[in-house]
Each structure stands twice: as structure tokens, then as C-alpha cells.
């Protein structure tokens, strides 16, 4: 069984009983990530959008993997009208990776969030 936990000094910490990633047969399993900045507050969607990706580099790369290998997405939103802007900023994160997404409107999440990513990946070669 090929199975590691992923911790990365550089991404934003777990604020509760769980780790920030699990590669299991080269899967990466990322945990929902959240835009906290270093205070533990919520800044503008973009903002929240730049930590999460900045946050996912982060374990991507402690995992042998980057961008491009994220194979699933869900993004939660706390309000639908924000859809737009975040959209602009996944694109400019993304580049040409397209995998499958799924946007689900949802209450405030922790913290106060806006948004919240939940990505699967694959470990790089």
C-alpha cells in the first residue's frame, strides 16, 4: 500500500483534527482548503482565492505534483453572486488544466469563509 501524509510548513495549518493532504497510489487527497490569512480572518473573495491556490501550491509541490495535475474539483460558495470574480481567478490559476468541477452554493462556511476548495490530484512522475 502506497500511503503517505502530506504536511507543508508553507500552507495554511489545519485548525482542527485532520491533516492537509493524503497520496494514496499516487491520489492526492487535498483537504477542503479555506482563505485564512495569518491572523485567522477572511479578507475580499480574492483575497480568499490567493491563499487557497497559494495554500494548494504548496501541498501540491510537498507531494511531488503542481497545478496542473488537480484532477477534480469542488469549489463552496457562500453567496452564488461571487461566481464571477472567482471564476476569473480559477482561470488565471488553472491555465490550461480543466478538470471536472462542481460549484455548490452553501451557507457561511468556518471562519466566516466565502469560499472553500476541495481538489484531488495526481502525484507526478
Same mark, same amino acid.
Given at each position: 500500500m502506497n500511503f503517505r501524509i502530506i504536511k507543508s510548513d508553507k @500552507?495554511?495549518?489545519p485548525l482542527g483534527h485532520y491533516s492537509? @493532504? &493524503? +497520496? &494514496?497510489n499516487d491520489i492526492i487527497y487535498i483537504a477542503t482548503q479555506i482563505g485564512l490569512n495569518k491572523n485567522k480572518q477572511v479578507?475580499? $473573495?480574492k483575497?480568499? +482565492?490567493d $491563499? $487557497?491556490?497559494q495554500s494548494l501550491q504548496y501541498i501540491l509541490a510537498e507531494a511531488n505534483s503542481d497545478m496542473s495535475s488537480i484532477l477534480k474539483v469542488n469549489i463552496y460558495l457562500s453567496d452564488i453572486s461571487y461566481w464571477d470574480e472567482i471564476d476569473k481567478l480559477y482561470c488565471q490559476y488553472m491555465k490550461d488544466n480543466k478538470p471536472p468541477?462542481?460549484?455548490i452554493p452553501c451557507l457561511k462556511l468556518h471562519h466566516n469563509a466565502d469560499i @472553500?476548495?476541495? +481538489? $484531488?490530484a495526481y502525484v507526478k512522475d
Open positions: @500552507a495554511s495549518v492537509q @493532504a &493524503y +497520496v &494514496y479578507g475580499s $473573495i483575497e480568499q +482565492v $491563499i $487557497i491556490f468541477r462542481g460549484v @472553500a476548495f476541495d +481538489v $484531488i
